[in-house]
Nanobody
Framework: QVQLVESGGGLVQAGGSLRLSCAAS????????LGWFRQAPGKEREFVAG????????DYVDSVKGRFTISRDNAKNTVYLQMNSLKPEDTAVYYC???????????????WGQGTQVTVSS
């Protein structure tokens, strides 16, 4: 089993930045695909970004391209989401996820964190 714990969420003004972190435990995720999803109030959860096992391939939803950057540190069993130029529509609970498949891009993940709230004020 893989446990995922997100951190770094909070309240920020539009145009600001936040960096989310997600630490994995239970087993090493160095060969896993890792990703970030988000769910806004009244909306379905949506894919935000993914990174393959080596960090050499990344994938983003169109609405965050050029503003968000996903990265990973396999030595620390951690995945990050750097979010710049934040907009009110980025407000959501952000979840990290891990998948044991080497398929990339991946949108169907096996393990999920509990989420961290990101609120962007206008």
């Amino acid at each position: 089993q893989v446990q995922l714990v997100e951190s770094g969420g909070g309240l920020v003004q539009a145009g600001g930045s936040l960096r989310l972190s997600c630490a994995a435990s239970g087993r090493t995720v160095s060969m896993y695909t890792l990703g970030w999803f988000r769910q806004a109030p009244g909306k379905e959860r949506e894919f935000v970004a993914g990174v393959n096992w080596s960090g050499g391939k990344t994938d983003y939803v169109d609405s965050v391209k050029g503003r968000f950057t996903i990265s990973r540190d396999n030595a620390k069993n951690t995945v990050y989401l750097q979010m710049n130029s934040l907009k009110p529509e980025d407000t959501a609970v952000y979840y990290c996820a891990a998948d044991g498949s080497v398929v990339f891009p991946q949108y169907d993940y096996d393990y999920w964190g509990q989420g961290t709230q990101v609120t962007v004020s206008s």
